[in-house]
């Protein structure tokens, strides 16, 4: 049974840290690139970082770029978002996915995730 289980959401004040972790399970993790998606409230799901299966290629939304940071364990089956310098404006609901194969590297399409975890909830307060 495949599995994406985020943690390590909460609440911070602006100009703070946070790091996410996304556990996998049940598919071979170190063979899939991985992205973090973001959904604020009332707004649409919002690409933020893709990592590639080795770890050693990334990309950044604009919006996170020079801020957060995407790596991954593979030995522990593990991806991660270190987040700094918060902004208020970070407040959302943060995803992991897998990307499909198939999709276009870092793809910002919902439908070219096969798995997705359940999402954690990072406030960030001004």
């Known amino acids: 049974q495949v599995q994406l289980v985020e943690s390590g959401g909460g609440s911070v004040q602006s100009g703070g840290s946070l790091r996410l972790s996304c556990a996998a399970s049940?598919?071979?993790?170190?063979?899939?690139?991985m992205s973090w998606f973001r959904q604020a409230p009332g707004e649409g799901l919002e690409w933020v970082s893709t990592?590639?299966?080795?770890?050693?290629?990334?990309a950044y939304a604009n919006s996170v770029a020079g801020r957060f940071s995407v790596f991954r364990d593979n030995a522990k089956n593990e991806l991660f978002l270190q987040m700094n310098s918060l902004k208020p404006e970070d407040t959302a609901v943060y995803y992991c996915?897998?990307?499909?194969?198939?999709?276009?590297?870092?793809?910002?399409?919902?439908?070219?995730?096969?798995?997705w975890g359940q999402g954690t909830q990072v406030t960030v307060s001004s």
């Open positions: 996915g897998c990307l499909h194969r198939d999709a276009q590297w870092a793809s910002r399409s919902r439908s070219d995730y096969e798995f």
């Open positions: 049940g598919f071979v993790f170190s063979t899939y690139d």
């Open positions: 990592i590639t299966s080795s770890g050693y290629g990334d």
